[in-house]
């Protein structure tokens, strides 16, 4: 089993680059992916986005990335144009020149305020080619997934053992129920034989044909066999899923809302304190395996 709670953090550097990554997930009906990655990087999103898909079924996921140059590249991705900055700074004298000709008196300009000056830089990482980063990056990420895949295995292993622990309670309350129907059905009989007593006692002539009906509907009416072998039905499949691998977490989900059909049909059929209250008991288990059953991929 898998959850859909999981986190992954991993360094890495390569191609003159150092990086981050961040991958962390919650519980989502779908598969919801939001990725923040760097967009200069040629093809980097679209194919982080297909490698999470094939990776990961369900869940709100979210991927940070974040990208820095090394020391060594960041020296080397800023080299100082002699041309451009010759033709700067003649043309910086020509402007003092003509300003004094015109009696206008200019701040002296600093070193910072020449090295903006258009072209007297040359950024050499602008026109780098991205590929040979993308490779290495893609190559990273594999373990990344490695990772986020391993801790969410981790956290499905214990929502397993909850959820069999929740299983094996609503199967005892099940078996509980069963035992009480059948002591429900002695004293159900005991009050329909005083309740037809005090008929008798008060008419002279019962129509035997419609009392005959009549207990045969109050029968079916309280008879609850049918949801108590349907939720054991249900235990059993819910069993059946733990112990597969991969997404199960739609069956289990669906399962759940059958658990909580049964169990509000044998409170409303119950007519029994003593089964309303078992009943009772296996909604509220039932709801805590529900809210369970949300994490699971």
């Known amino acids: 089993m898998i959850s859909m709670t999981g986190f992954a953090a991993r360094r890495g550097s390569g191609a003159g680059y150092a990086w981050v990554w961040d991958l962390r997930s919650v519980n989502g009906k779908g598969l919801d992916l939001r990725l923040r990655v760097p967009d200069w990087i040629d093809g980097l999103e679209a194919a982080v986005r297909a490698e999470l898909q094939r990776a990961i079924t369900r869940g709100n996921v ?28 003649a043309a910086l004298g020509r402007v003092e020149a003509a300003a004094m000709a015109a009696g206008v008196t200019l701040r002296q300009p600093t070193g910072a305020d020449v090295l903006t000056l258009r072209g007297v830089i040359d950024q050499a990482g602008q026109e780098t080619d991205t590929a040979p980063l993308r490779t290495a990056l893609l190559a990273d990420l594999a373990g990344l997934l ?90 059993d499949a819910a069993r059946g899923h ?31 304190l003593a089964l309303t209250r078992i009943g009772l008991d296996l909604k509220t288990v039932i709801d805590q395996m529900r809210e369970q059953v949300q994490n699971v991929e």
Not at 146 to 167: I, K
Not at 215 to 225: G, P, Q, R, Y
Not at 247 to 272: H, I, W, Y
């Open 146 to 235: 490695a990772d986020f895949a391993a801790m969410r295995a981790t956290e499905g292993a214990a929502l397993a053992g909850v959820l069999s622990a929740q299983l094996d309670r609503i199967a005892s309350l099940t078996a509980a129920a069963k035992a009480e129907t059948a002591t429900r059905a002695t004293t159900q009989a005991e009050a329909l034989r005083e309740a037809l007593a005090r008929v008798l006692s008060a008419t002279e002539a019962v129509d035997e044909t419609r009392l005959a009906q009549e207990l045969a509907l109050l029968a079916v009416k309280t008879d609850v066999t049918e949801e108590l072998d349907r939720l054991s039905a249900h235990v």
């Open 62 to 89: 979210s991927l940070t990335l974040r990208v820095t140059q090394d020391d060594a590249r960041e020296e080397a991705g800023f080299r100082l144009n002699e041309t451009a900055l010759a033709a700067a700074l």
């Open 242 to 272: 733990l112990a597969e691998a991969g997404s199960v977490g739609r069956r289990l989900d669906f399962l759940m809302q059958e658990f909580m059909r049964e169990a509000n049909t044998l409170c409303s059929k119950a007519q029994s």
